[in-house]
């Protein structure tokens, strides 16, 4: 499906797991030649939006050797193409002492972004296959010694049902203090309220002057719902979520990151003119 004008879009906003990475979490050599074209050829912006730490965004956004603004830890910090934190929203201290006492089963596992740190309390090696690219690893500690400052989000591993339990009392107890999205069914992800990507797309759009038209958006999970919501333009991965596909019937779905869609699909609206 064909963008209603290719004219008008100034920059290009994606997740990175699921959508702009290949299988192997890596940024295909496909992908860097289309993004490449369209960056220093077209003059577009590159905006990448991800649950991941900055830190670890920041690794590839330097392998990719390019200006690109960050969204990370879901819209929790907005980095600006030099690099500099132009945005942060932390969880409050109390409400992470509070998400920290929540009792589960030992099948259930905490991770904390906390400003330059990913801390943990028990190995979990797999997850680490996520991260082989841009080599950032976690710190693991005990439980009562993971941090309540500054920390950018809190997510739980673990099987999807029990997910699906801890989601329902943490909205009960928190309500709107708290921001909570699955980016995958075995990943439960917690925000401070009011935080989402499609809110820090708002800061870089507000930053480099563009309006939601100028913009193209690309995700597969729930997590990316406001950033699909907010971009004029969109589009869901074959691989995404059934819900988010539901959610927004309107917005068309290409094929898999496997295939490095979203490349061809940018190369068919803007490189083949």
Known sequence: MLLRS?????????????????DHHTVGDYTQRVLNALTQEKGMKLILASGRHWADVEMIRQKLNMEIFLITSNGSRVHNR??????????PAPLVESLLQEQFSDNIKINIYQDDNWWVTRPHPEILEFHKDSGFKYQI???????????????????????????SRLKATHGDALSIAFSLPICLEVMAGGVSKGEALKVVMDAKGLTSDQVVAFGDGLNDQQLLEVAGHGAIMANGSDELKRRLPGLPVIGSHVDEAVAHYLSEHFLSQ
């Open 6 to 22: 290719t004219m008008m879009i100034k920059a290009i906003v994606s997740d990175l797991d699921g959508t702009l990475l290949n």
């Open 82 to 91: 030099e690099g500099q934190c132009i945005f942060r929203h932390d969880i």
């Open 141 to 167: 500690v005990a439980h009562e010694k993971l941090p309540t400052s500054n920390v950018a989000k809190l997510f739980w591993l673990g099987e999807h049902e029990e997910l699906l339990a801890l989601e």
